[in-house]
Structure formats: structure tokens, C-alpha cells
């Protein structure tokens, strides 16, 4: 999985997904397995693990399965529901867009389904967004394009007035499709509405293009950017091979896991380096980056690197980063900065070079999502509608050791999923690099 998770037997984690009530409503759904709301799936499936909880005497940690329930919470001839994007761009909304309206459509019989447009600025009544109505008609072929039909923004809005025009619209389940501030701030909706006694569900599906949702196995859209990272890595490699001292300098997603980078590396095994935020590394010095760059144009004549854009942030002055309107630290642009210091290293050093770089972060991101992503997103879909209906609420839709669950967005916020360099994941991509431990001696990675 190339990430780790570290229960200790006995440990309490609140997995419990918090419900509207009773479901009392008979599903319409005809001719499905239904799903017990006893079913459960386990965390930690190492032996040791499960060992442990037995020797204490201790139920192991569990996610509920997701799926229909033979009760749900709503009547679907009297259920609203709203949809909203917010974040960055990521391949496959639109498909989990499509995917939500059929389902509650053709499965459930619900007709009353809205697109709040631009993300959240679309539920504050100051910018003036009216509403969209969704049907299995308008939603036909958004499949085939990259984006978001319903637009999207970045930024907090008021929670308040969020919750406002949720009641205003009298919305019975909002889906919240988002990556860790869009999923945080529709907890923080679910928790408004609860306390206002309101019966809405809040049902979350994660997209963030960086795979860094903890608890969730994968985000949809991340197979798409592999694919289309690996395209640009096979053009990177064919311009360093085409030129003497030919250097292919690509810097993919990755703001603070590297799961893009590694993962690409491993599908076009053409990579000489990998650098993530995961791992520290130094510039100079004879254990340093430059120096076992230029030892690989010695032996080889080209490289091939590969940059996360979170990685090298100790070469960025912190008082100087700036923040976006989703409340994150903007990151030092790492690749323009390994662009420069390899021209002036090897200018020094009075040997000629050929480096070209790429940056595709935005082609990567708008671009439909590839038939891996696809299915995958059909079934996030198809999990969050039955979430919604039967009641679930303040969750989001993720897949755990292959079965697909409900999971307490508190939960899966409380931080971000990085790559375990202890992993097979990272030792792979070492053995296919070749590249060395990159730290000299005595260097400590520098406080922020």
C-alpha cells in the first residue's frame, strides 16, 4: 500500500458514523444484496495485530461497509438532494457527479437533485449563483469531459450561511465531493445542522489528485494523473537521451505526500531520482543531490528526475511563503529552484549540459479520467447515495482493504497520508532508481 498505519492492540479510535435516526423506510431498490448494519471491516489485519487484541481481550478496530441498507432514512418521493466541487481540479468529478445522479435517480426515484455551482461561494447568496438542476439527461455524457460541470472554488465561507441556504433549498442529503479543507468543512456543516435539529445527511467523497486522504486506501483520480505523469516521464526521458548530458527535470503533484512521483517512477522505469516531501536530501556535498547527479551523467551520459512539488521545502525561506485562500502554505516552486542550482552547479563546474523541464501539473489535473478511475468513481458514487439515503451522516465514502466504508470525516482529518520509506512502495522505487541516500553526514533536516 506503500503507507503505513500503527494501531496498538486496545487503542480507541472512534470509527462510529454518526446517523439522522431510525431508518424505518423500505428501499426501493429491488433485486441487491443488502448490507448489514452490523458488517464491519477491520483496520489492522496484520496477525500481530489481531493477536494482540485477543491476548487483551479487546474488540479489534473496524469500519462499518458501506452499501444499500434494506431501511433507509428518507422517503425518496419527498427527498432533495444537493451536489457541490470544491478545491482543485482532478480527474473523474464529473464522473462521481454522473454516478450520483443516476443512482438516486433510477435506484432511489429521487427526481430533486441540485448542483450548488463554484464550489462553496455557490450556497452564499452575495455572489448570486442560482442553483442547477441535475438530471440523468443533463449529466449524459459529462463522463468524457476533464473538470467539473458545476464549477469550483477555493476559500472557507461562513458555515452558518452555508447551513442557511441548505434549508432555504430544503435539502435532505448534500454530497460534498472534495479533498481535506472541502471534507473539514463539510463537518463542520454536518455538525451546524445537527445542532439546529435539522434532517440532512452530509455525505463526503474524497478527491484529492494527491492520494493523502488518511484512511482511505485511494482517491479517485489518482490512477488518471499515474497514467499521464507516466506519459510525461517517457518524454522527459526521450530528451535526455536525444542530447549529451541530457537532464529531464519533471516536477509532478505533491504538495506533501509523494505518491504521484513514486508511483509514476515505478510505471516508466526510466527515472534516475525520485524526490519527495517524505525524504530529506541535500544539494552539495559529496553525499549530496548534485554530486550523485553528476556521478549519474559520468556513468550514463543522461538522467531522468522526478520532483514531488512538496519536496526540498527546507531551501524555501518560511517567513517568505504566502497562503492560499484554502488556508494552506504555499510551497516553494521546488522545480524552478533544482532547474537553477543544476545550470549553476555544472556551469561551475564547466561541463556542458542539456536540461529540459517539464511541468504538466495542469494538463495532469483537467484531463478525463481513464477507465481505472472511471469504475472507480462509479462505485464512490453509488456507496455515497446509499449513505445518504439511510441516514449516514458527517462521513465520507473510502475504500479499505478492498471493501468500500463509511468513515467519520473527523477521523480521516486529523492528518494527511504520507508514503512509508520503510515501505515496498519506496523500496522499489530505490532499486528502480538506483539513487543513493542523498544526506551528508552530520546534516539534520533543518527546522521550519
Same mark, same amino acid.
Given at each position: 500500500?506503500?503507507?503505513?498505519?500503527?494501531?496498538?492492540?486496545?487503542?480507541?479510535?472512534?470509527?462510529?458514523?454518526?446517523?439522522?435516526?431510525?431508518?424505518?423506510?423500505?428501499? /426501493?431498490?429491488? @433485486?441487491?444484496?443488502?448490507?448489514?448494519?452490523?458488517?464491519?471491516?477491520?483496520?489492522?489485519?496484520?496477525?500481530?495485530?489481531?493477536?494482540?487484541?485477543?491476548?487483551?481481550?479487546?474488540? /479489534?478496530?473496524?469500519?462499518?461497509?458501506?452499501?444499500?441498507?434494506?431501511?433507509?432514512?428518507?422517503?425518496?418521493?419527498?427527498?432533495?438532494?444537493?451536489?457541490?466541487?470544491?478545491?482543485?481540479?482532478?480527474?473523474?468529478?464529473?464522473?462521481?457527479?454522473?454516478?450520483?445522479?443516476?443512482?438516486?435517480?433510477?435506484?432511489?426515484?429521487?427526481?430533486?437533485?441540485?448542483?450548488?455551482?463554484?464550489?462553496?461561494?455557490?450556497?452564499?447568496?452575495?455572489?448570486?449563483?442560482?442553483?442547477?438542476?441535475? +438530471?440523468?439527461?443533463?449529466?449524459?455524457?459529462?463522463?468524457?469531459?476533464?473538470?467539473?460541470?458545476?464549477?469550483?472554488?477555493?476559500?472557507?465561507?461562513?458555515?452558518?450561511?452555508?447551513?442557511?441556504?441548505? &434549508?432555504?433549498?430544503?435539502?435532505?442529503?448534500?454530497?460534498?465531493?472534495?479533498?481535506?479543507?472541502?471534507?473539514?468543512?463539510?463537518?463542520?456543516?454536518?455538525?451546524?445542522?445537527?445542532?439546529?435539529? #435539522?434532517?440532512?445527511?452530509?455525505?463526503?467523497?474524497?478527491?484529492?489528485?494527491?492520494?493523502?486522504? $488518511?484512511?482511505?486506501?485511494?482517491?479517485?483520480?489518482?490512477?488518471?494523473?499515474?497514467? &499521464? $505523469?507516466?506519459?510525461?516521464?517517457?518524454?522527459? *526521458?526521450?530528451?535526455?537521451?536525444?542530447?549529451?548530458?541530457?537532464?529531464?527535470?519533471?516536477?509532478?503533484?505533491?504538495?506533501?505526500?509523494?505518491?504521484?512521483?513514486?508511483?509514476?517512477?515505478?510505471?516508466?522505469?526510466?527515472?534516475?531520482?525520485?524526490?519527495? /516531501?517524505?525524504?530529506?536530501?541535500?544539494?552539495?556535498?559529496?553525499?549530496?543531490?548534485?554530486?550523485?547527479?553528476?556521478?549519474?551523467?559520468?556513468?550514463?551520459? *543522461?538522467?531522468?528526475?522526478?520532483?514531488?512539488?512538496?519536496?526540498?521545502?527546507?531551501?524555501?525561506?518560511?517567513?517568505?511563503?504566502?497562503? @492560499?485562500?484554502?488556508?494552506?502554505?504555499?510551497?516553494?516552486?521546488?522545480?524552478?529552484?533544482?532547474?537553477?542550482?543544476? &545550470?549553476?552547479?555544472? +556551469? #561551475?563546474?564547466?561541463?556542458?549540459?542539456?536540461?529540459?523541464?517539464?511541468? /504538466?501539473? #495542469?494538463?495532469?489535473? +483537467?484531463?478525463?479520467?481513464?477507465?481505472?478511475? +472511471?469504475?472507480?468513481?462509479?462505485?464512490?458514487?453509488?456507496?455515497?447515495? *446509499?449513505?445518504?439515503?439511510?441516514?449516514?451522516?458527517?462521513?465520507?465514502?473510502?475504500?479499505?482493504?478492498?471493501?468500500?466504508? *463509511?468513515?467519520?470525516?473527523?477521523?480521516?482529518?486529523?492528518?494527511?497520508?504520507?508514503?512509508?520509506?520503510?515501505?515496498?512502495?519506496?523500496? $522499489?522505487?530505490?532499486?528502480?532508481?538506483?539513487?543513493?541516500?542523498?544526506?551528508?553526514?552530520?546534516?539534520?533536516?533543518?527546522?521550519?
Amino acid at each position: 500500500m506503500g503507507f503505513k498505519i500503527l494501531l496498538d492492540p486496545g487503542e480507541q479510535i472512534n470509527t462510529q458514523v454518526k446517523t439522522l435516526g431510525e431508518a424505518k423506510v423500505i428501499s /426501493p431498490m429491488r @433485486d441487491t444484496v443488502f448490507v448489514d448494519e452490523n458488517d464491519r471491516v477491520l483496520i489492522d489485519t496484520k496477525l500481530k495485530y489481531l493477536r494482540g487484541c485477543i491476548d487483551k481481550n479487546v474488540e /479489534p478496530v473496524t469500519f462499518e461497509v458501506a452499501g444499500p441498507r434494506r431501511k433507509i432514512y428518507f422517503d425518496p418521493s419527498k427527498t432533495k438532494c444537493g451536489i457541490v466541487t470544491c478545491g482543485g481540479l482532478c480527474p473523474g468529478i464529473n464522473n462521481v457527479i454522473r454516478g450520483v445522479v443516476l443512482e438516486l435517480f433510477y435506484m432511489y426515484g429521487v427526481s430533486n437533485i441540485y448542483g450548488i455551482p463554484f464550489g462553496l461561494e455557490g450556497f452564499i447568496p452575495s455572489y448570486g449563483y442560482p442553483v442547477v438542476e441535475l +438530471s440523468p439527461q443533463s449529466v449524459a455524457n459529462i463522463h468524457e469531459l476533464g473538470g467539473t460541470i458545476l464549477g469550483s472554488s477555493r476559500g472557507a465561507q461562513d458555515i452558518s450561511e452555508v447551513v442557511d441556504a441548505i &434549508e432555504r433549498l430544503n435539502l435532505n442529503v448534500m454530497f460534498f465531493i472534495g479533498g481535506d479543507g472541502t471534507l473539514k468543512a463539510a463537518s463542520a456543516v454536518a455538525r451546524e445542522i445537527m445542532s439546529r435539529e #435539522y434532517k440532512c445527511s452530509v455525505i463526503g467523497i474524497p478527491k484529492t489528485i494527491d492520494n493523502d486522504i $488518511s484512511f482511505v486506501s485511494k482517491t479517485f483520480g489518482f490512477d488518471t494523473a499515474v497514467e &499521464e $505523469s507516466k506519459k510525461v516521464i517517457q518524454s522527459a *526521458h526521450t530528451e535526455a537521451t536525444g542530447a549529451p548530458n541530457g537532464i529531464g527535470l519533471v516536477k509532478l503533484m505533491g504538495r506533501d505526500s509523494g505518491f504521484i512521483a513514486a508511483h509514476a517512477a515505478l510505471a516508466q522505469r526510466d527515472v534516475n531520482f525520485v524526490l519527495i /516531501p517524505e525524504i530529506d536530501f541535500d544539494l552539495e556535498g559529496e553525499k549530496g543531490f548534485l554530486f550523485a547527479l553528476e556521478k549519474r551523467l559520468e556513468r550514463r551520459g *543522461h538522467a531522468v528526475i522526478v520532483v514531488a512539488e512538496g519536496a526540498g521545502q527546507k531551501f524555501f525561506d518560511e517567513k517568505q511563503k504566502k497562503v @492560499d485562500a484554502s488556508g494552506n502554505v504555499k510551497k516553494g516552486d521546488i522545480g524552478l529552484f533544482l532547474k537553477e542550482k543544476i &545550470e549553476e552547479y555544472f +556551469s #561551475y563546474r564547466h561541463i556542458p549540459i542539456n536540461l529540459k523541464y517539464i511541468d /504538466p501539473s #495542469y494538463v495532469i489535473r +483537467s484531463v478525463p479520467a481513464n477507465a481505472s478511475d +472511471s469504475i472507480f468513481c462509479g462505485f464512490l458514487a453509488q456507496m455515497a447515495v *446509499h449513505a445518504g439515503m439511510a441516514g449516514k451522516t458527517d462521513a465520507l465514502i473510502g475504500i479499505w482493504n478492498d471493501v468500500f466504508v *463509511h468513515i467519520p470525516i473527523e477521523l480521516s482529518a486529523k492528518q494527511r497520508k504520507k508514503v512509508d520509506v520503510s515501505s515496498e512502495l519506496w523500496m $522499489s522505487v530505490m532499486e528502480s532508481t538506483g539513487q543513493p541516500v542523498m544526506k551528508n553526514p552530520g546534516n539534520k533536516r533543518r527546522k521550519k
